[in-house]
């Protein structure tokens, strides 16, 4: 075996090695239930065993802007390991697995060095708490993003030299278009990638010439584009226009300010609230430091990448549409958040985007240094760090590493099972609850126990009809002769109801379960809306 095969294996050992500790990782934190079930993913799960009942759908349950791909691989893993919270999150697992690869095969496709790509997949491996907590916890597409955004690049970066044939330019398109479907948060890469290929297609030759190629080639990707986007055509067509306002926003917007206060709110949250979580100083839900005494190297590591960066590109050397391309999906992740109403959101998930370009241009930074041990230590630091962080948040139980940034909606989900077994052996099959407990409590019963999110969740009271996210249950609660109601840390809607159930004259019973405050057997049944629950958007 030659000089570049033992490479090879060597290359492949050690990424086998990187996707071992990133899967290990995961599942570690799954296992140890250091991440706890949320709703969202239990709209995913429910959406699963539906799935293989016969249902279809299109998108997430109650929204338009993000589509069902993760149902559907969900519903495939439910077939091969059962229905559990594991099941989900080894898909999770399975695309975070393809996204390190991917990352590796970026790195010596873009700076066409082995050393970058492997240093950038342990990056990915190993990111920020922010990084693992959204790539092990199911929202419904963002795994899918990650890996379909890495696929668009590395189309992007076999063909930036303006050798595309239209079987390219036609799955460059399609794989835009699916994963604008699955989530438009794929946008981010699909938008700088296709820009750089279409600058790459004026290359020499008569401008008749020219033209023809490059509008043949951009009329394919136009076409590639809606086949893959055609379930959300599909909806738009048959008078789904929610898709289009949801695209931009309107599921999360309660902004009521003038657009330049806006836009600069949401500039003031990106450079405190975004660039924090996206070093990883502290996790998306508090505002709690993380590896305190390492963050002013961490910060010293960035700007030193941040200044390598700057003076190649100022010495145009050959790599530079590698870092266009790379920048390109930051500032489009940046403009994004800055200028949409998803600026309101500064969770952490949105900003998952940033974690491969900054792992393959940190990855460049440290291969240009020419001592060994130097490269070795500064990839230590960061992932040392990142370390840190991840398991001082899953030490901190409740609430663990948590895709909740509203403390009032973190629950104690060590309850859970003591829960559903009290409404089981009392019979409490039907009643109201928020989104939060509604859709957990339905999965994990294998909907044995249906309580529809009429309540609201936040201190005010204000509510979204929006959580209300599966109408066939409401029919079935509806109907039942016996309703129960389950609240959790919040006192304003525990006096709420009991003020109600007395006004209207109802006998019930109380039961606690850790954060859980259950209402049930009442005299006769009461719905969210005869007192004033329910009804009111936010």
Known sequence: MGKDGNKKQVFWAILISIVILAAGLRAGLAITERIPFNADEAVVGLMARHVLQGEQALFFWGQAYMGSMDAYLVAGAFLLLGESVFAIRVVQILLLVGTVITTAMLGRQLFHSSRVGLIAALLVALPTVNGVLYTTASLGGYGEALLIGNFILLLAAQNISGQQSRVFWGLLGFLGGLGFWTNGLTLVYFIPAWILVVKGGWRPGSEKEKSRLLWGGILFSVVGFAIGASPWLVFLINGGSAAIHELFGSA?????????????????????????????????????????????????????????????????????????????????????????????????????????????????????????????????????????????????????????????????????????????????????????????????????????????????????????????????VRNSRKITYITAKNPALDEKLTGAFRAHQIQYQEKWIGDYHVFYNLSQPVHPEMMGLGTLKE
Not at 337 to 346: A, C, E, K, L, R
Not at 348 to 363: D, H, K, N
Not at 394 to 405: H, M, V
């Open 252 to 476: 999360v917007n309660v902004e009521q300010t003038f657009v330049l206060v806006k836009w600069g709110n949401h500039l003031i949250s990106f450079l405190l609230l975004g660039l924090t979580v996206i070093f990883g100083f502290r996790p998306p839900w508090s505002v709690h430091w993380l590896g305190l005494p390492l963050m002013p190297f961490i910060l010293m590591f960035w700007g030193w990448t941040a200044a390598q960066i700057f003076f190649e590109i100022r010495r145009r050397r050959a790599i530079l549409p590698a870092f266009w391309l790379l920048l390109g999906v930051m500032a489009c992740v940046a403009g994004g958040f800055v200028f949409t109403s998803f600026g309101i959101d500064p969770s952490g998930r949105y900003f998952l985007p940033f974690i491969t370009p900054m792992a393959l241009l940190a990855g460049w930074a440290v291969s240009t240094l020419n001592r060994r041990w130097l490269q070795f230590g500064l990839v230590a630091l960061v992932c040392i760090f990142h370390f840190w962080g991840i398991i001082d948040s899953a030490s901190a139980y409740p609430p663990g590493l948590t895709t909740q940034f509203d403390s009032s909606v973190v629950i104690d989900h060590r309850y859970d099972g003591e829960l559903l077994a009290f409404l089981r052996d009392n019979q409490l099959n039907r009643g109201y609850t928020h989104y939060w407990i509604g859709y957990p409590v339905a999965f994990l019963s294998q909907e044995k126990l249906i309580f529809v999110p009429k309540l609201p969740y936040h201190g005010d009271l204000r509510y979204t009809p929006r959580d209300d996210r599966y109408s066939p249950y409401d029919e079935q």
